[in-house]
């Protein structure tokens, strides 16, 4: 969807402002990874101290060391069962920020978008939710273990023979920094994998949606080479992820591995020199080998997968959350009231390269406030056309300007406060019809909502459920389509739109129903374009929109008569339907 990018940096700061909200849970974990750390700690010493012990006949001293170490052991598993729950409460409550804000997001698509709801992009970003639950869990309990032990030895090995802690430190610095360079290639990496990865969930569930058509039209090889192509892709690329991450090991051989073979290699010098005891030599291997090497090889293990992944999810996320959960400032000028025009420039629009085009060089501008009726036979492209206009598809070629901006460039967000589009198939969730109308408003006080409510004709409805806060079945299950119809109405009615389109939006009303509606939003203000299903609808309208097979015909009512035949056969056709349904 156009203008989601700037969204991504959302997901990380919601990820930080729920971590804030954590700061308790997390100074505990802060504290008994400390006690955890006291193995690690104390290792080398104790075992340098019970080396040098037996070797100078001090056996109960040397016994003693071993025994402190046992002590140590003890007190670190202790420490480490007490972090759990702690980890458990921080995670699971980053993870209800992240599915209270996805499921918003998911939420305000379906009511402001035409077309079925995105269930597939809802099941992608909770997949998301649930990878970044798991990797976060996994961070918290191995990298910070790691990273701990990784201190606790430079700092054991720094008291046992300082000279070799200098030197290890400084192999650790070099290879975390040879690993921070790598790390914005490995990300990138890492994200055309997902994309990729999402993509193949795209193809197969609009293949496996379509299947009937697919089968009908003979495509089952192209719809199969389709899918085909996004898997193949998606193989390479993880191909190249691997290739990319199994690089570390060279970070590994620098920061854990290197020092090793430096001090075995210095041991006779060091010996024969007394510079250290054969305890203290075989404590330093103790803090290298069993320490050192192994932390450090599994935290850019970790890092470098789990890091990544969460990372690139994180940012994923946050392209799904609602407007204004990123709080960034539109990048996309939308104009001030009163220059809101809405221009067709040579528009053109094809569902796919090879379909024949739907709309063809369309041209035309509708002024801030107009009502326009867009009309025609079925299957020529009205609710294609309102669609364009509204930005929620892109066009082959030509473009939609409001005011003197093309809708592309504006954000998502912001497009979608200022044009409400409401489809035949009218969108109501599972709350009250007080959040149900509210929801494009969230500002909107009781009495907005009332008025809004009844402005649109909703105030039957509302006694015969017995208030606005009765709360609804999932889709709105008890309402009847033209209930539904209503109640999406009002809920585009109270939103900041100034632009609304009514894509046969009041079909299951009936005449006088759909006549108020209409009054309503011109009683409103802002600009109105009506697909229109009934010579009512039409006449009430400033300027009628005839689409017609490849030609665009504009122009009032009664010129059209004058001017198109279709015109003129569409209203005989309507006319005739009233007829009946009056009689
Ligand atoms: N998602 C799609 N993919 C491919 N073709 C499509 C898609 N949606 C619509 N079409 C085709 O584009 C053409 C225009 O469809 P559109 O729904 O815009 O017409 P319409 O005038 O709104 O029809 P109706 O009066 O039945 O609502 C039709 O031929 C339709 O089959
Ligand atoms: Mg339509």
Known sequence: MTGRGWRAGAGYRLLVSALRRQRRGLAWILLWSVLESVPPLLSGLLVSVAIDGFLAGDVAGALGALGLFLGAAVVGALATRQVFPWLARVVEA??????????????????????????????????????????????????????????????????????????????????????????????????????????????????????????????????????????????????????????????????????????????????????????????????????????????????????????????????????????????????????????????????????????RDLGFRLAEGEHLAVVGPSGTGKSTLVSLLAGLLPPTRGRVLLGDTPLGDIADGELRRVIGLIPQEAYVFAGSLRENIGYLAPGAGAGEISAAASAVGLDELVARLGGLDVTLGPEGAELSHGEAQLVALARVYLSPARIVILDEATSALTPDEEATAEAAFTARGGTLVVVAHRISSAVRAGRVLLLDGDTAVIGTHDELVQLSSTYADLVGHWRHDAMSAAT
């Open 94 to 359: 980053v993870r209800d920020s992240f599915v209270v804000a996805t499921v918003t997001g998911a939420l305000t698509d379906a009511v402001q978008s035409s077309g079925p709801s995105d269930t597939a992009g809802v099941a992608r970003l909770t997949e998301h939710v649930q990878s970044v639950r798991e990797v976060l869990f996994a961070v918290l309990r191995i990298v910070r273990q790691i990273a701990f032990t990784v201190v606790a030895a430079l700092i054991g090995l720094c008291l046992l023979a300082p000279v070799v802690a200098l030197g290890t430190a400084l192999a650790v610095g070099l290879a975390m920094a040879v690993f921070l360079v790598r790390m914005p290639k490995l990300a990138a990496t890492q994200k055309t994998v997902l994309l990729a990865e999402e993509k193949v969930a795209r193809r197969a569930g609009a293949v496996f949606g379509g299947i009937r058509d697919v089968v009908a039209c003979g495509g089952e090889r192209q719809a199969a080479g389709d899918v085909g192509r996004a898997v193949n892709d998606h193989v390479r690329l993880s191909r190249r992820l691997a290739v990319a991450t199994s690089s570390r090991m060279v970070v590994v051989f620098l920061g854990g591995q290197l020092p090793l073979l430096a001090l075995l290699a210095a041991a006779p010098w060091l010996l024969v020199g007394e510079h250290l005891s054969v305890g203290e030599l075989v404590g330093a291997v103790t803090y290298l080998t069993a320490g050192l090497e192994p932390a450090l090889r599994r935290l850019l293990e970790v890092l470098a997968t789990w890091g990544l992944e969460m990372g690139v999810s994180v940012a994923r996320l946050g392209e799904g959350f609602a407007p204004g959960d990123g709080a960034r400032p539109a990048t996309g000028g939308v104009p001030a009231p009163g220059r809101m025009s809405l221009t067709a420039e040579a528009l053109t629009f094809a569902y796919s390269p090879h379909a024949a085009p739907v709309c």
